[in-house]
Every structure is written in structure tokens, then in C-alpha cells.
């Protein structure tokens, strides 16, 4: 199975800073990564798909890059509402298809 | 607008079994890949299973597999979750999700699973 590693694990920042989280699989997954975030006690909601496509009603601070193996979420301004758990995906060729630890955003 | 509803979820003895349901409503249910995602309490996503529109497809995480059973009905717009011969690290949060473009653009508010005697 694919494995997929996601750095750092937690970050603090400030609001308006630029953060980035960082996804790594464990072989070639092309552009089939998926990004969500999640807030305590709630559904994780989805942000960006294949990749680097946001998903219809996600903030357009949020962007995604990367193919092959290594792949970054972008937060362009940390907004209040962004304190949260993101989580990157795999959906390459059949499942299982593995979610990254998530990586904790705090506020600074 | 969409909406997914999970139910069925409780307090389980281990080596029992359990069977959850998600009610599906304001997308056509029979035209999209569905699967289950669940969540440890305090832990990260685990994607658990999935099914083809019309169920000729199914997918299963290592660590299910042969003792869950994804199903749906595509005339109820409803999804299952047959869970048998549970274990304690089967407690978690089971969410419903919608598959589309390969990504999980709509899940559900989830359901709590607790094994234990």
C-alpha cells in the first residue's frame, strides 16, 4: 500500500502569515492527492482535489501543487476560521487509498 | 442540496457485529462511487471501503477485509456498513462519504462505533 507523510505534524502561526504543509507518497501517485481540513468534532470538509483543483465553495486563499511523490498545501493568508487539522489524500489507481497523519495549524 | 445521514452506531461487545446506514438525499446516489472513512477517537482518517454505482465494485482497507461488507440500495439511495467479528480498534467515528473525481466532496456528520465489554 501507498504511505503517504505529511510535515510538519503541528505549526503556530499568525493570522495573515503564509503557511505551507508539506505531503509526501511513498511512490508515484501523478496528481491523484486530495487535501481536506478538519475542525475539532466536526466532518472534514474537502479543499482541493487532483492535486491543485479547489474544491467548489474552499476559500481561494487555499492552493495546491506538486505531482509524482511530492505535493504542498498553501494557505496564501492564515485567516481565523483556518485553525485546524489538514489531512492530504491519495486516490492513485485502486484503494485502499491512505490519508497523510494530519498536520495541526495553532494559532501563534 | 447534498446530504448524507449515517445511523446505526452504538456500544458493541467485541466479536459482535454492527450495521450502519446512510441515507442519502439531493444528488442522484446511483450514478456515484460512495465510500466509508472512519476516525479513531483523539486519531487521523482511515479510508475504509468503497463501492461502485451499481455494486459490482468493492474496495476494502487490509484490515476489514473479510470482516466488513460495503453494500448499497440504489432504489432507497442508502448505504451500508455491515461490520462483523469487531475488534476494540474498530471504535471510531464512521463518516458516510460521496466520491467524485476521485476526491470525498461530501461526507456526512458520522456515527460513533464503541467496542468494548
Known amino acids: 500500500d501507498i504511505q503517504m507523510t505529511q510535515s510538519p505534524s503541528s505549526l503556530s502561526a499568525s493570522i495573515g502569515d503564509r503557511v505551507t504543509i508539506t505531503c509526501r507518497a511513498s511512490?508515484?501517485?501523478?496528481?491523484?492527492l486530495n487535501w481536506y481540513q478538519q475542525k475539532p468534532g466536526k466532518a472534514p470538509k474537502p479543499l482541493i482535489y487532483?492535486?491543485?483543483s479547489l474544491q467548489s465553495g474552499a476559500p481561494s486563499r487555499f492552493s495546491g501543487s506538486g505531482s509524482g511523490t511530492d505535493f504542498t498545501l498553501t494557505i496564501s493568508s492564515l485567516q481565523p476560521e483556518d485553525f485546524a487539522t489538514y489531512y492530504c489524500?491519495?486516490?492513485?489507481?485502486?484503494?485502499?487509498?491512505?490519508f497523510g497523519q494530519g498536520t495541526r495549524v495553532e494559532i501563534k | 442540496e447534498v446530504q448524507l445521514v449515517e445511523s446505526g452506531g452504538g456500544l458493541v461487545q467485541p466479536g459482535g457485529s454492527l450495521r450502519l446506514s446512510c441515507a442519502a438525499s439531493?444528488?442522484?446516489?446511483?450514478?456515484?462511487?460512495m465510500s466509508w472513512v472512519r476516525q479513531a477517537p483523539g486519531k487521523g482518517l482511515e479510508w475504509v471501503a468503497n463501492?461502485?454505482?451499481?455494486?459490482?465494485?468493492?474496495y476494502y482497507v487490509d484490515s476489514v477485509e473479510g470482516r466488513f461488507t460495503i453494500s448499497r440500495d440504489n432504489a432507497k439511495n442508502s448505504l451500508f456498513l455491515q461490520m462483523n467479528n469487531l475488534r476494540d480498534e474498530d471504535t471510531a467515528v464512521y463518516y458516510c462519504?460521496?466520491?467524485?473525481?476521485?476526491?470525498?466532496?461530501?461526507w456526512g456528520q458520522g456515527t460513533l462505533v464503541t467496542v468494548s465489554s
Open positions: 487532483a492535486a491543485s
Open positions: 511512490q508515484s501517485i501523478s496528481n491523484s
Open positions: 439531493g444528488f442522484t446516489f446511483s450514478t456515484y462511487w
Open positions: 462519504t460521496k466520491e467524485r473525481q476521485r476526491s470525498l466532496d461530501y
Open positions: 463501492i461502485k454505482e451499481d455494486g459490482s465494485q468493492r
Open positions: 489524500q491519495h486516490t492513485y489507481s485502486s484503494p485502499p487509498w491512505t
